[in-house]
């Protein structure tokens, strides 16, 4: 064992990984900890479940990325406990000792309590996500060009995406693409085209994070390539056979056999570890609340960043769990860490806004830059450098530009393999259970109209 300083980074995403790059000149041992042996560049991960883009393409092995980095060390393993007491962090097979702790493990996707809902309404966080979406997607229209009555064919040509943030919105164009586009003549028995994109949110409009024109522009480029919006909508029930919700108008009931969720997310379990281990306090989505500097209170040599960290600004607001936030405070807390080491100090973490993106379809995107704002093709160009500059790796880069080439003169999405079949795919589970219509039927009479 080295009788360095030892930093302990737990979670290989963009907070980690910045992190650790910081820290690559300091007299210290860096030891990175993660449950995937790869740094996954999650704002693409839904071309990856819509057959854009290969899980490859967006991903880079993590001992690969630290090749040159002398300091650091790569560990393959789930974080178990945290023993803050003792300075010691728990593997299955392992007990590591630190002198500095970064927690940068990412979020979880939160289903409001109604993890019931979880098998039936698949969440987008990392590859195997977007692997079960991806089948489910393809598997839908496999289902309507075998089905034989209008009614259940209806129903596999429908999609409800439940979340109108920049996930939810760019799962949804997406969506619409590969249904106008990609598998148009593609069918005998079905037209794709004429699937159905439904996307839902309880917010009064998508996007509610960006400027009120800009979600007006996002939301007028969906209804131009077929995605119905239904929003002030909250959802009360997710079944096999779609998606019921509570609008202005009433109780209505969306008939669709592929639910996506992107509602919404949590902070990582470790975070409750923190709050039993060390009586941290959590916010209402279980991040921890931490110091100016990113610091656990009462542990200087503890620190939470990213989509784990409750950090508020000036004005007392939290900061987004965006991965400029992430980026941002990994790099700070290396470079505070490093300065520690050679007794220098450093001032507090600020957050410089570098704006938002969210792409809807060729041609389509919005963004906001501080004063500049901007929707359509400009955006869209914008959307497409900012992705590729901020990829890990010249060949991820490399690879991505040219499979958008391809998609984008060819309208063709070339990983569209079915590798796991859709479990609610009738040739494994018919299309009805014994009580299943009448329980649908039921829901109808009692006022829940269908939409």
Known sequence: ?????????????????????????????VV??????????QPLLYQVATGALSGTDIAAPLRWVFRRQAN??????????????????????????????????????????????????????????AGEIRSRVFCAFEAAEKAEQEKERQQWLTFAVIGAGPTGVELSGALAEIARDTLRGNFRNIHPEEARIVLLDLAPRVLPAF???????????????????????????????????????????????TVLWAAGIRSNRLATVLHERAGVKLDRQGRVLVEKDCSLPGHPEVFVIGDMAAFRDGQGQALPGLAPVAIQQGAYVGRLIFRRLRG????????????????????????????????GLLAWVLWLFVHLMYLVGFQNRLLVMIQWAFHYFTRNRRARLIV???????????AFRTGEESAVQTLSSAGCARV
């Open 1 to 29: 064992m080295s009788d360095r300083h030892r930093v302990v980074i737990v979670g290989g995403g963009f907070g980690g990984l910045h992190a650790a790059k910081a820290l690559r000149k300091a007299p210290a041992e």
């Open 32 to 41: 990175l900890i993660d449950r995937n042996n790869y740094h996954l560049f």
């Open 72 to 129: 650091a060390r790569v560990l393959l393993g789930e974080v178990l406990d945290i023993r803050v007491a003792r300075r010691e962090v728990v593997l299955a097979d392992l007990t590591i000792r630190y002198d500095y702790l970064i927690l940068a493990a990412g979020a979880e996707v939160s289903y409001f309590g109604h993890d019931a809902w979880r098998s039936i309404a698949p969440g987008l966080k990392d590859l195997k996500d």
């Open 211 to 257: 400027p009120d024109p800009l979600s007006v522009d996002a939301e007028k480029a969906l209804k131009k390539i077929g995605v119905e919006c239904i929003l002030q909508a909250a959802v009360e029930n997710v079944d096999e056979h779609g998606v019921v919700a509570r609008t202005p108008r009433g109780l209505i009931r969306i008939p669709a056999r």
């Open 344 to 375: 220098e100090t450093m001032g507090a973490f600020h957050y410089r806004d570098k704006g938002m993106l969210a792409v809807i379809g060729r041609n389509l995107a919005v963004a906001t830059f501080g004063w500049f704002r901007a929707s």
């Open 420 to 430: 796991d079949r859709n479990p609610l795919c009738p040739d494994t589970r018919p």
